[in-house]
Each structure stands twice: as C-alpha cells, then as structure tokens.
C-alpha cells in the first residue's frame, strides 16, 4: 500500500497524474500534461487546483 | 521544538526547509496564512505554544503582517517584523545600507515624472528604475534614452497603482555581468554564488547561470553590516561588484536557497536549521554575534 503511487486528476485536462511520493498540501507541482502549476488541495482525497497566479509582491 | 512554518505556497524551498526540521524530529506546524484570521487583540490560536514561527510567506504583504501580529503578541518569528519592513521596501532597504555606511549603489526617490526625470538625467544613461515591491527582477527597467525614460515615466504614472508613482532611480552598476547572492545567518555567511547571464538581471529566477563563491575577508564584512543594517536574521545579500570594490544592492528577508543549495557543497537546509536551532535555544530575540 505505501508504495502506491500517489494518483491524481489533472484540474485542467482530466488526466490521471501521478504524485511525487513524498508531496504535501500547499507545496506546487507542475502538470506533467500542460506544464501549469498546480496547487495540492488535500491529500485524502487527493486534490489539485490549478495555483494562484503570480501577484506583483511575490518574491524574496 | 515546536515551530510553525507560515506560507501560503510550498516552493522547492519550504519543501528543503520542512523536511530537514521534520528529519530532526522536530514538531512542525504548517500554517497556510490564507485560511486563518488574524484577531488585534490575543494571538492567534494557530501561533499559541510554538516555540518559534518561520516566515515563509511568499506574497510580501502577507509576510509584513504576519510578522506584524507575531511582534505585537510577542511570538518569536524568523526574520522579525522589523527586518520584514525593513526588506520589503526597496526604499527603506537602501536608507539602512547607507545609514550603516554599506556601500550600495547612488540611488534617488521621487514623486512625479519631471522629478524622476531629472534624477535620470542626473545620473545619465543608462540607469535603473526600479520598484519598490516586488522581486525577481520583475518590472525593472535599465533605461537607456531620455525617450525611453519618458515612456517608462508615463506608464507608470498612468497604469500603475500608487505605488508605481514613487520612482526609485538608481545609478546603473557596470557589475561584469554578474551579481553575488549571500546566504547568511545573523550576518555569517552559509553559503554564496554568483549569478551570471548576458542579461543586465542576473536573478537566478531569471534563469542566471550560478556557480559556488568563495568569500574574500571584504565581502563577508559587506555581508555582516548589511545583515546588521537591517536587524539580522536568515538573510540573502545581494552584491555588485565594480572596480571600486562591493556594492550590495539588497538584502532579502524571505530568501530563497534552492539554486544555492544547487549551485554550492553547502547543505544549505541543514545549516539553516543549525541556526534556528541555536537561536530558538539562545532566546530568539538575541541575535548570534558573530565573532570576527
Ligand atoms: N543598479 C544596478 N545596476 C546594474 N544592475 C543591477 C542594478 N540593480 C540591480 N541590478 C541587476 O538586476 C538584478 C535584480 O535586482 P534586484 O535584486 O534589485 O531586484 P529584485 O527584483 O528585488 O530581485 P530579488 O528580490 O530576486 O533579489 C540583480 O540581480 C542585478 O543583476
């Protein structure tokens, strides 16, 4: 079981993508499909969002 | 220790950061400020019994307040309020520098487009106009031309918000091609590269080549004022070099070490986590001092 890849769908194109194994809610991952960012949501269920846009005071 | 992690975005940085403090066990809170509320008058439950809050927080607002509330409930947060106002405006950031005699490059300040223009003549061309939020090298303009002062002038006085309206000029640094990024500790360096691109921005988010640096006695100097300058902390240093010597340019307050932790041998994460260590332990309000 915990070698399961983590499975989920794409928000943007439907597609099952497959999770880095040790990803966690907040951090971005881009879509293997179309390249967007995407935001995880939740873990249990897995969900994606696509990610905010960049704001003007993003940064360091 | 218990340590809150405020973000509203896991980048490359907070995932190196989360997993060093959870690999020393230490117990780790993640806070996503975009779900909580801030309350005036008792701290925020999410920030009760933690023994230190790590800013973290991308947009620069958010980090502002954030540390804001940590200073006015007494909750210790790396890098402090004082810092965060300090770095989050490019003008405030230059007048530390200069008020502790770091050297950083001539700069001027101005309300309206004929000031802003007569601070570029001043300087002659080309010279930079930069914005005093923001980062990444992000709407920053390298102007050549009074034409194209003009121009930059003009929309920024028409399409940007009022804080597009306070010019910051600055002299144009001949830097040869490359820029030096610090990551430093209380003023102690962890780690330094340098960015180079054929670009006059040479942010490494801009996609500059890095490479590991070696320090020189002058720099580390430059490094531990500047750090001073602007309260201390878990800082990223910026600095020029032109054939007078060092310049830094900025110092960064919600630093990010990936390309750094890339670029050098340094585990930057682990060393990082050192510190906080040490700080939390050492009561958080005294910064280390470093012995030179
Ligand atoms: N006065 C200058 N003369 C020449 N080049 C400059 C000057 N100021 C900045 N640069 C170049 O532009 C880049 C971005 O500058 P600066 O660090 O001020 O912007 P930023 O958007 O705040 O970047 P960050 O926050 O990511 O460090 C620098 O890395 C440097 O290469």
Redesign the pocket.
Known sequence: MADDPIMAEDPLTGDEIELPADVEVGEIIDSPVTGAELEVISLDPVVLEEAPELEEDW?? | MRIGVCYSRIRRDEKLLLTELRERDHDVEKIDVRKHRFGVHEPPAVFRDLDVVIDRCLATSRSRYVTMFCAAHDVPVINNFETAEICAD?VANSLALAAAGVPT?RTEVSFTKAAALESIESFGYPC?L?PVT?????L?A?IDSRTAAEAILEHKETLGHYEHKVFYV????E?GG??I?VLATDGTPIAAMV?S?DH????A?KGAETEPFDLDDRASELVAAASEAVGGGLL?I?L?ETPDGYTV??V?HTVEFKALDAATDVDVPARVVDWIERRVAAGIDAPEVTAS
């Open positions: 940064g360091e | 490019k490059p930079v930069k923001g980062s990444w090298g992000r920053m390298k600055q002299e144009f640094v830097k490359r820029d990024r960015r691109s006059w921005l040479t942010n988010a990223g910026d020029m340019h900025e960064n």
